[in-house]
């Protein structure tokens, strides 16, 4: 694997120190990030959050090189790099993790297999509380079925059952 910091033919951006960002950022080419960012990055390169850099942000990118400070989750798709001026609060997860001495830490690290590792350019959408109702209420239909009697709580199922008995006692 190449090392990110000798990448001089590449393209990168720089977000200066005096920048201040909240919202969703997303980018295509390296990025050295040295201002202050709050909300989501979804990056397809590299990206480096430099020593002035301080993030209250999930982050996912291909390759994430981490020398400030980060408060949020970090999903790296190739490998994740925490230097030692670096300071994170917050899980990692990526195919290979390299900590140094020196760094502050406060999370998990899962290391996956890099296919289970995607960047993801928007996240999962949930299901809709309605299909899982309606999961449950066939399954519990074929049961109920089986019963051949009416819930009790239905009023109009209770009369009928009443107006069938009497018809039956005056016959």
């Given at each position: 694997?190449?090392?990110?910091?000798d990448?001089?033919?590449?393209?990168k951006?720089?977000?200066?120190p005096?920048?201040?960002?909240?919202?969703?950022?997303?980018?295509?080419?390296?990025?050295?990030i040295?201002g202050?960012i709050?909300?989501?990055?979804?990056?397809?390169?590299?990206?480096?959050?430099?020593?002035?850099?301080?993030?209250k942000?999930?982050?996912d990118?291909?390759?994430?090189?981490v020398e400030?400070e980060?408060?949020g989750?970090?999903?790296?798709?190739?490998?994740?790099?925490?230097?030692?001026?670096?300071d994170i609060?917050?899980n990692i997860?990526?195919p290979?993790?390299?900590?140094?001495?020196?760094?502050?830490f406060?999370g998990?690290i899962?290391?996956?297999?890099?296919?289970?590792?995607?960047?993801?350019?928007?996240p999962?959408?949930?299901?809709?509380?309605?299909?899982?109702?309606?999961?449950?209420?066939?399954?519990?239909?074929?049961?109920?079925?089986?019963?051949?009697?009416?819930?009790?709580?239905?009023s109009?199922?209770?009369?009928?059952?009443?107006?069938?008995?009497?018809?039956?006692s005056?016959?």
């Open positions: 694997m190449s090392n990110p910091y990448s001089h033919n590449r393209k951006s720089v977000l200066g005096t920048l201040k960002f909240k919202g969703e950022l997303s980018a295509d080419e390296d990025l050295l040295q202050q709050e909300g989501n990055i979804r990056h397809s390169s590299n990206l480096t959050i430099g020593e002035e850099g301080k993030l942000a999930n982050v990118a291909v390759y994430i090189a400030g980060v408060r989750d970090l999903r790296g798709s190739t490998s994740i790099i925490v230097k030692d001026t670096a609060e917050g997860i990526s290979t993790v390299s900590l140094y001495e020196g760094a502050t406060n998990s899962t290391m996956k297999d890099p296919a289970e590792v995607k960047v993801a350019p928007k999962p959408v949930e299901e809709p509380v309605a299909a899982t109702a309606t999961e449950s209420s066939i399954a519990t239909k074929p049961a109920a079925a089986d019963k051949k009697e009416p819930p009790a709580d239905d109009s199922s209770t009369r009928k059952r009443r107006t069938s008995r009497k018809s039956a005056a016959a």
